[in-house]
């Protein structure tokens, strides 16, 4: 649906903005609401939603997060709409194939053992993810600005990202490398284990992320799959 590409790709440039509070303002503003309406929305009070945007409060978690974004967009949405569809043509990319949000988290082995994985670095057992990001890894190079790439990340960063039709694994990891912040683990898919390039293993060590490669053949199999969990 239109509404939830755009609610993970709003709640991701927050997530990762170095001012949240700022960056929430900033889309309440375009969304053309005030103070009030989004608290009354939310059911808290116009002073906290202030203390947010302001910064007199700490950090605004994921929760606040993704609560705020959903209120704006279904107030666009009582409204008719309008603004949520088009922001969803003009930023819809076709390297982000799925994205999944917990309510609650899920433990890293799980998502191992559902995608059929092999470690490759790391340890994951005692890791928790609390969304998962499935992206063409080729569409990704190819179209992904550095502010669609924040979409990524949906509304927390503590995060698995799958990464399919993957031929060494060096491209995705690299492009993590040079990006903030980090994923709790990524996925590779579309390769054999022994097939991972060494210059992504260390780049997975370096920046301590579990590196897994999944032994699911098809694509649109993974993705039913990771939408189990």
Request: aromatic share 4%; no cysteine; net charge positive.
């Amino acid at each position: 649906m239109a509404e939830d590409y755009i609610a993970n790709k709003i709640a991701g440039e927050i997530t990762l903005s170095e001012n949240p509070g700022k960056t929430l303002k900033k889309w309440r503003e375009i969304f053309g609401e005030n103070q009030k309406q989004l608290a009354r929305e939310i059911n808290v009070t116009a002073s906290v939603v202030s203390d947010y945007e302001s910064g007199r409060r700490k950090n605004p978690g994921t929760t606040y997060i993704k609560k705020s974004v959903e209120a704006l967009i279904s107030l666009d949405k009582k409204a008719g709409g309008e603004l949520s569809q088009r922001l969803e043509k003009q930023g819809r990319s076709s390297a982000i194939l799925a994205i999944r949000e917990f309510l609650e988290p899920v433990e890293a082995k799980k998502l191992v053992k559902k995608v059929k994985g092999k470690v490759v670095w790391g340890k994951t057992l005692k890791k928790e993810i609390w969304g998962i990001t499935v992206v063409d890894s080729i569409q990704a190079i190819l179209s992904l600005s550095d502010r669609e790439f924040a979409g990524i990340y949906g509304s927390t960063t503590q995060r698995a990202l799958v990464f399919t039709k993957v031929q060494t694994g060096r491209s995705p990891m690299i492009a993590l490398k040079v990006t903030q912040p980090k994923p709790a683990m990524v996925v590779l898919h579309g390769l054999q284990p022994e097939n991972v390039d060494k210059l992504a293993i260390k780049i997975a060590e370096i920046s301590n992320t579990p590196l897994i490669v999944s032994a699911i053949k098809e694509e649109e199999k993974l993705i039913e799959k990771i939408r189990e969990l």
